[in-house]
């Protein structure tokens, strides 16, 4: 039996999400073995152990109190008797009652902590899928895109939520109450350790949370969260906001699932649920994204990095001085100019914001998988996360700042000929005596009309475009303190990622869509003709 | 060495799982998977003792085990395509589309983790696990463990213990030698910031006033660096003649 929770500090939060994770959490005893032999096992095998672990499950729900119950601790000694035959080596009840309590059994049934941190039923989460309108594996590339699944009529759909497991219950977050936003903040940076070994967390602010919860017409009841009944403490947390989607020219209305603002694991009842509530308004598909492999991608992005701030991200170990250089070279390598370098730059303000979703529009014709942006949309991604506008924004940076956008007005006609966003999502830094935050900035949209004009392409004036614009965006990060500035292969990202010095990272972003079929799009790797990045164009936070 | 089972062996598991043809295949066949499995993703033997014979169900199983890893001995990668064909016969099919985009691309950062039953990566040290919840950053070099062992690559790995020994192994070896790079293992130690490695390198008479290829000398990569403890200790080892400038870079 793996041991789960032995240690207190974090406990209480790796398990957060878990909680909500539905059946599998509560079937308690008999974690972390079986799993390695479900490869080979036959199918009824699977379907007893499920009888027998909502078994467990029922027997765990019924406790109460923190004395380890006699009834559970005979049901362990029977199960362990049944799996290992009768001549095992002698399990008694007090031997059981102490590995009980050991593993704080009791913690979890009062949802303090969860089961074997890494606890998942590898083929659970892939039947799941299964079960969804999500192109399977297997599946050859679609000749013709379109729905998996008929979108139901609103009064089809489950008027009830799905049940929770007991002591569990729904709720809507209101992310316009501060306290709330607090909770929601607090779940997902505080209480949210992957791993022990992890070096970095993402750490939310409230500003944020409001910046990327509440666009144009996003739904509250998209904002889900679960409480465990008895304190209204908040376990788990999913949600998304509506987009309108364009996929190879088809237009559709997406929920998009914020890949950081949701518990580590989609358990499979908060999809349903989330899926629900999108269905009750009408949206029958979705757009998410993961760093894991599901059924099934529709493409694949890398993480980039470009190292601004040398000796931290090397104290911290976020990067590396590569053997053949010293540090003081690689600072010299990783350095930028004081102050940016096209004529006309200048942080976006209100009377640009048509100019600008013009621009967008255009540019982004250049990719398969888009977002279709009103103004009122491109006014809330890129202008009101700009911070406390009463303050003045000292180098490069006002409080509470969330999006930096910056324009370029043709120095003649007043035109904006180009622009560029990024925004902030700072991580916590785990244990380190120096350091406790890692200031990253992450690369939002971008347009050029370079793009526009003949020879405009990859490889020639658009690339030197794009080389100058995000060279200037990675020397306002750097003025405004960013440790290290972050992209994906999407977009034409690609075409300018080595000249600015980017690095590829460790991470990967699969891009999914509910209920949608389409062919591949070209993520890290280009597919057929089309250059790598290229086939996405939606950047997710 | 850890062995990296490929996307299409979890694939096929996957597969396997639910497969309604399994239900027909003989027990032969699904003891062969279950040792072919415990093998590649497990270890190469079982673990534990050999059940005894009244656990027949796991008797069996330990002896698929155990003969897979016999049979197969150190070729996985044949281990693995058995597998494969008995999965395909079994009516498993490899995914085009993943073939296409990620699964490609995903191996040479991912492992394939039982316990999640999906690829996660094997980076040390950065939490991973949940559904993209996870901070990409710079992955550290690879060790190369057959990069041979010089004072350059010990002056780097900063265990002055192995420095001693080595410099003892090697007496005729000239402290001050330059690697393929142009570096001084002093410079290296000084760069990196490993105090104990300094004071046994000037110990064994590094030169502290040779210049590095981008014309510095060891007190100011100490510097740059902000190994402050590094600048005093030269400082205090051959004077002001190391030249610790004041001036900030």
């Not at chain 1, 889900?224 to 906001?241: E, Q, T």
């Not at chain 1, 303000?349 to 529009?361: I, K, M, P």
């Not at chain 1, 255009?362 to 398969?368: E, G, K, L, T």
């Not at chain 1, 509470?400 to 007005?409: A, D, L, P, R, S």
Request: one cysteine or more; hydrophobic letters at 40%; charged letters at 25%.
């Amino acid at each position: 039996m793996s041991s789960p929770s032995q240690t207190a500090p974090n406990q209480d939060t790796r398990d957060t999400a878990q909680e909500g994770d539905q059946e599998n959490n509560f079937s308690g005893s008999d974690h972390g073995r079986a799993d390695g032999d479900a490869a080979a096992k036959a199918p009824q095998a699977s379907s007893s152990k499920r009888k027998k672990k909502s078994k467990v499950a029922k027997v765990l729900n019924t406790l109460r109190g923190n004395e380890v119950p006699q009834t559970l601790v005979d049901h362990v000694v029977e199960e362990v008797a049944a799996e290992q035959g009768a001549n095992a080596p002698a399990i008694d009840a007090e031997t059981v009652r102490q590995a009980l309590e050991k593993m704080k059994v009791m913690d979890v049934l009062k949802g303090k902590a969860g089961v074997a941190v890494r606890e998942k039923k590898s083929m659970g989460e892939h039947k799941f899928w299964m079960t969804q309108p999500v192109p399977q594996p297997g599946e050859e590339a679609p000749i013709e895109d379109g729905y998996i699944e008929p979108t139901k009529a609103i009064e089809d759909v489950r008027q009830e939520p799905y049940p929770l497991p007991k002591d569990f219950e729904w709720c809507v977050l209101d992310i316009n109450d501060p306290k709330q936003i607090k909770e929601v903040y607090d779940l997902l940076s505080l209480n949210y350790v992957e791993d022990d070994e992890a070096a970095f967390r993402f750490q939310y602010s409230a500003e944020f949370l409001e910046w990327a919860l509440k666009p144009p017409g996003y739904c509250k009841e998209w904002h889900i969260g679960v409480r465990v009944s008895s304190n209204k403490k908040l376990v788990a947390f999913i949600s998304g906001v509506p987009t309108t989607l364009r996929v190879r020219g088809n237009e559709i209305n997406y929920l998009c699932v914020h890949k950081k603002l949701r518990s580590k694991r989609l358990a499979p009842v908060l999809i349903k649920e989330v899926t629900r509530q999108v269905n009750l308004s009408g949206v029958a598909q979705a757009i998410y994204t993961a760093g894991v492999v599901i059924p099934t991608p529709v493409s694949t992005c890398r993480y980039y990095h470009r190292s601004l701030n040398i000796p931290k991200l090397i104290d911290v170990k976020f990067t590396y001085v590569p053997r053949n250089m010293t540090l003081a070279r690689m600072i010299r390598i990783f350095k930028t100019d004081a102050a940016p370098s096209l004529p006309g730059l200048r942080e976006i303000e209100e009377r640009h914001v048509g100019e600008v979703a013009d621009l967008f529009a255009r540019y982004m014709q250049r990719f398969d998988m888009v977002p279709i942006m009103t103004v009122d949309e491109i006014q809330h991604q890129f202008i009101s996360g700009r911070g406390d506008m009463d303050q003045p924004s000292n180098n490069y940076r006002r409080p509470k700042q969330v999006t930096w956008t910056y324009i370029v007005e043709d120095p003649e006609t007043h035109r904006v000929t180009d622009f560029f966003s990024f925004y902030s999502l700072p991580s916590t830094i785990i244990n380190h005596p120096k350091h406790n935050l890692l200031e990253a900035a992450y690369l939002f949209y971008y347009a050029s009309d370079v793009a526009f004009v003949p020879g405009g392409d990859l490889d020639g004036k658009l690339k030197k475009r794009l080389v100058q614009l995000i060279g200037d965006a990675l020397i306002i990060a750097n003025q405004a303190k960013f440790d290290v500035f972050n992209s994906l292969t999407l977009m034409d990202n690609v075409c300018f990622l080595e000249d600015l010095k980017f690095g590829a990272g460790d991470g990967l972003l699969n891009f999914y869509l509910y209920n949608w079929r389409t062919a591949p799009l070209a993520g890290v790797k280009g597919i057929n003709d089309g250059e790598p990045g290229k086939g996405v164009g939606v950047v997710m936070l | 060495m850890k062995y990296t089972p490929s996307p299409a062996l979890s694939e096929a598991a996957a597969y396997l799982s639910s497969a309604p043809s399994l239900a027909k295949v003989s027990n032969t066949t699904k003891l062969e998977l279950y040792g072919l499995y415990k093998y590649l993703t497990a270890a190469p033997l079982p673990q534990t003792l050999r059940p005894s014979l009244f656990d027949m169900t796991g008797r069996a199983k330990w002896d698929a085990w155990s003969s897979a890893g016999k049979t197969f001995a150190d070729r996985r990668a044949d281990a693995e395509q058995r597998y494969l064909n008995i999965a395909q016969e079994l009516g498993w099919a490899p995914s085009l589309v993943a073939k296409d985009t990620a699964q490609e691309e995903i191996l040479p950062g991912e492992v394939w983790d039982e316990e999640l039953g999906m690829n996660v990566s094997r980076s040390p040290g950065l939490g991973r696990g949940g559904m993209g919840t996870f901070v990409s950053a710079l992955p550290p070099p690879g060790d190369d463990d057959t990069e041979a062992q010089t004072l350059h690559t010990l002056a780097i790995q900063g265990d002055a213990t192995k420095v001693i020994q080595y410099l003892a192994r090697n007496p005729l070896l000239d402290v001050n030698q330059r690697d393929e790079f142009g570096y001084t293992a002093l410079h290296l130690a000084c760069d990196r910031g490993n105090l104990s490695m300094v004071e046994v390198l000037i110990k064994h008479g590094a030169d502290p006033l040779m210049k590095d290829p981008d014309d510095l000398t060891v007190a100011e990569l100490a510097q740059i660096a902000g190994h402050g403890e590094i600048c005093t200790l030269l400082q205090k080892s051959y004077g002001s003649s190391v030249g610790v400038v004041q001036k900030t870079q």
